[in-house]
């Protein structure tokens, strides 16, 4: 429901397996990360879920003449128990919504930094 993106763009001389290391250890502050051998990029959404709702992460990295494109989408989803009382206790149920809206937010910010500090690690100078 409330969805965001973050990507980054780098020039990098490591190899491809040292570039995977290096974003698996960045993305540690959004949670268990791994990067496939394929690019495909897995987060435990353990530090971003809370009452009512939960957060899903997709990323993928490609690789291009030693140029590296990182997509990570995420998304923070309401759980039926937050449509229950949000249902139930309407108007003012509606505020439990506010919930994942933040975490959105938080995510967001921290993606953002994630990408800026892998850009600064991984440029070429």
Partial sequence: ??????????????????????????????????????????????KFSGFGYRAEFNGKIIERDGTYTLDLEFEAKPEIIAWIISICFFPFGLLILILPYNAKGDIQRKANRVMDDLIYALEEK
């Fill in 1 to 46: 429901m409330f969805k965001g993106n973050a990507s980054a763009r780098f020039t990098a001389s490591k190899p491809q397996d040292a570039v995977y290391k290096e974003v698996e250890e960045s993305l540690h502050v959004l949670g268990h990360a791994t990067v496939s051998s394929s690019g495909t990029i897995s987060i435990s959404e353990g």
